[in-house]
């Protein structure tokens, strides 16, 4: 009767250990990237062979922080949203730079993807020819932020998930970008709770609505 126990005990232990590694490798700063200039509210958006734009449509791009951040299930969920709602008006795409496994069971934890596309970026290229680098130690830990984290949670219910892959220095942001790939509004993370307002972007690319 002891051997289940200590097959139980060591798979938890195991578990345990991958899930502490996991917190201590996403405070690792990675390899840097070299950042393309962001684009500026007039310029051409970025194209790649994952990312091509313009097609034709209205685009919102989110980049998000790494999966299990309290802010980006907030940022996602209000891009997923906006999906639903304007499905037919605008393309939504999210970018994540967690791997393939963790942002599939991480999206299914924060209730899907509804009209959202999901590029997963693992390399952060993509990331890259967007302007977006690494951030500092004040945008990723600040008393703002931690703050804000709290209350998060407190008054949403959205508190840190477990972090499986990804990076806590990686900048996020989002983008709007017009049927012929002009980008019409922008928003760039200046700590880890600086999030975009989705309401703005939808008046940039002259759609109205109701709040998100």
């Known amino acids: 009767m ?7 005990t060591n798979a938890e232990s195991n578990a345990t250990k991958s899930g502490l590694w996991a917190e201590l490798e996403s405070l690792r700063t990675p ?5 393309a200039p962001t684009p500026k509210v007039g310029s051409k958006a970025p194209s790649t062979w994952r990312l091509p734009l313009p097609d034709g449509r209205k685009t919102l791009v989110l980049f998000l922080r790494h999966c299990g ?5 907030k940022t ?5 949203a906006i999906s639903d709602r304007n499905k037919t008006v605008v393309h939504c795409i999210a970018v ?33 020819a967007w302007g977006l680098g690494l951030s500092s130690t004040w945008n990723m830990i600040n008393p703002f932020a931690l703050y804000s984290a709290y209350r998060l949670g407190a008054d949403e ?9 990804g990076s806590r220095w990686q900048t996020s942001g989002a983008f709007a970008v017009d049927e012929d790939g002009t980008v019409r509004w922008e928003h760039i993370s200046r700590t880890a709770a600086d999030l975009p307002n989705f309401d703005d972007a939808l ?10």
Do not use: M
Not at 2 to 8: D, F, G, I, L, W
Not at 115 to 124: A, K
């Open 2 to 8: 002891s051997e289940p126990t200590t097959t139980a």
């Open 31 to 35: 390899a840097a990237k070299d950042a």
């Open 69 to 73: 951040c309290s802010f980006a299930e």
């Open 76 to 80: 996602f969920k209000a891009l997923t």
């Open 96 to 128: 994540s730079h967690s791997s393939v496994e963790d942002t599939e069971r991480w999206v299914l934890q924060v209730g899907g993807v509804w009209q959202t596309d999901i590029i997963v970026d693992e390399g952060r290229d993509i990331y890259a």
């Open 157 to 165: 219910g959205i508190w840190n998930r477990p972090t499986e892959s």
């Open 203 to 212: 008046e940039a690319l002259g759609i109205s609505g109701p709040p998100a």
